[in-house]
């Protein structure tokens, strides 16, 4: 579940968004004890905490620590307050693992992705297709790592990497290239949602994974050895 947008240690309340956010993160919380248990591992793929600084997130991950299960972390637009790994490490705590141009090895898969970037259009600036070839480069990075571990590759990103208007991307061919399983991304809300695409495209399976669109229930993804 990406686009938690907690805001426990600052003025940031979800509900100015409209209703749909209203209690948001008691939902989240609810919904997670009824369906997460210590053994699981929760991918939360962005967007994380509304905190500017790093002592304004505590609060947040103080509320991520206290419910059940691995988290696996990954930067989103919104995360201001996340800088280096290392220190992004050592806020969170154990219960954390930090995806940032590495891969993480679980049981039966290997977590690999990208914050990843908008998709090339008309109005990108020079500044977004530097950034854009910067994500690019840190997925590839990512996703050589996994290689390595020989294991299938599920992708988190928080920008999609294909939409319903623009079907490939640098991301797409990519995630194709290194045969990914399975892609999960967050970033689109409200109106957006009709823009996300769900289901299998060139052999990867994609789905959207923002809060407000899975009703703030945590989407599952079953894995089994092989």
Aim: with cysteine; charged share 25%; net charge neutral.
């Amino acid at each position: 579940m990406a686009d938690l947008h907690l805001s426990f240690g600052t003025n940031k309340p979800m509900d100015v968004f409209g209703a749909t956010w209203e209690r948001h993160a008691e939902r989240i919380e609810r919904a997670w004890r009824e369906q997460i248990a210590d053994e699981d591992v929760v991918l939360i793929p962005g967007d994380i905490s509304w905190a500017m600084r790093e002592n304004e997130a505590l609060p947040d991950f103080a509320f991520l620590t206290s419910l059940p299960g691995r988290k696996i972390l990954l930067r989103g637009n919104h995360d201001y307050w996340w800088s280096t790994k290392r220190k992004v490490e050592k806020l969170a705590g154990s219960d954390f693992s930090v995806l940032q141009n590495n891969a993480i090895p679980l049981a039966y898969v290997t977590i690999v992705g990208t914050r990843g970037w908008d998709l090339p259009h008309s109005k990108m600036t020079a500044e977004d297709h530097t950034i854009y070839r910067r994500e690019v480069e840190r997925l590839r990075l990512s996703l050589e790592a996994g290689k390595k571990m020989d294991k299938p590759l599920i992708a988190m990103m928080h920008y999609p990497p294909i939409t319903r208007h623009v079907r490939e991307s640098e991301f797409s061919k990519l995630l194709e290239a290194y045969n990914v399983k399975l892609c999960v991304y967050g970033h689109l809300h409200g109106n957006a949602h009709q823009t996300r695409v769900e289901g299998i495209v060139r052999n990867v399976d994609y789905h959207l994974v923002a809060a407000d669109f899975l009703k703030f229930s945590p989407l599952q993804l079953a894995f089994h050895s092989p």
